[in-house]
């Protein structure tokens, strides 16, 4: 077994032994909705490796439109930027506003995974919901996340480690009462930079590690 493959099952593994840690709340504190959709934004850029291209960027914002007829639907927004991020739960306020376009407009800073993950975390711990059907997790990935995503796999994509954990913070008695779907959205310069391949094996590689074999992404270049 390689050093990041060791590196991979010990961060699995506390991952999974930290999130049966958490009590339940009470029923009073939770609100109930039918669905879950939430939007996973890495913008971020570098050396030879760019940002969110236009084909992308227009994807997210025509995904989000159609997200108004959902109904019985909860959104969240996650979009990664170092020890910052830029969170939202108002698909509403959200949507169009100019502090999406901000960040939109120019690359993030190299997202920080375990920082994302904590934060996550206790959003959903501090704002309990209840998801009784279906949860929805759209990743949308520059070609800097997608090549980051092959170079250092021991740093687990945090959507894939929350769909591990989803039952727990969603108020669910196991992950078979919920149906999790998963679709990636990548530069299609990534193809080239990276290796299509090489992603697509990366993100089976977690999902076998996570025991998410069932759970295969749609993945999408644009």
Same mark, same amino acid.
């Given at each position: 077994? !390689?050093? &990041?493959? *060791? *590196?991979?099952?010990f961060s699995a593994g506390m991952l999974m032994y930290a999130c049966t840690s958490f009590g339940q709340p009470s029923d009073d504190e939770i609100k109930s909705f039918g669905y879950l959709?939430?939007?996973?934004?890495?913008?971020?850029?570098?050396? !030879?490796?760019?940002?969110? &291209?236009?084909?992308?960027?227009?994807e997210l914002k025509d995904n989000l439109n159609k997200l108004n007829n959902r109904n019985d639907n909860?959104?969240?927004?996650?979009?990664? &930027?170092?020890?910052e991020n830029k969170t939202s739960f108002n698909l509403?306020?959200? &949507?169009?506003? %100019?502090?999406l376009k901000k960040y939109l407009a120019s690359p993030s800073r190299e997202s920080d995974f375990n920082f994302d993950k904590q934060t996550i975390r206790n959003y959903f711990i501090e704002y309990p919901v209840k998801i009784k059907q279906s949860v929805e997790i759209n990743m949308?990935?520059?070609?800097?996340?997608?090549?980051?995503?092959?170079n250092k796999i021991e740093d687990l994509p945090t959507p894939l480690v929350l769909a591990n954990?989803? %039952?727990i913070y969603l108020n669910t008695k196991s992950s078979n009462e919920l149906r999790i779907k998963i !679709?990636?959205?990548? !530069? *299609?310069?990534?193809k080239e930079l990276v290796g299509e391949e090489k992603i697509r094996s990366s993100f089976s590689f977690c999902n076998k590690n996570l025991g998410l074999e069932y759970l295969q992404p749609s993945i999408v270049f644009l």
């Open positions: 077994m !390689n050093n &990041n493959m *060791k *590196k991979f099952m959709t939430f939007y996973y934004v890495d913008n971020s850029d570098g050396y !030879n490796a760019d940002p969110l &291209n236009d084909d992308m960027v227009q909860y959104f969240f927004f996650y979009g990664c &930027n170092g020890d509403a306020s959200f &949507n169009g506003s %100019p502090s949308y990935l520059s070609t800097f996340a997608a090549q980051r995503l092959v954990e989803l %039952p !679709n990636v959205f990548i !530069n *299609k310069e990534a």
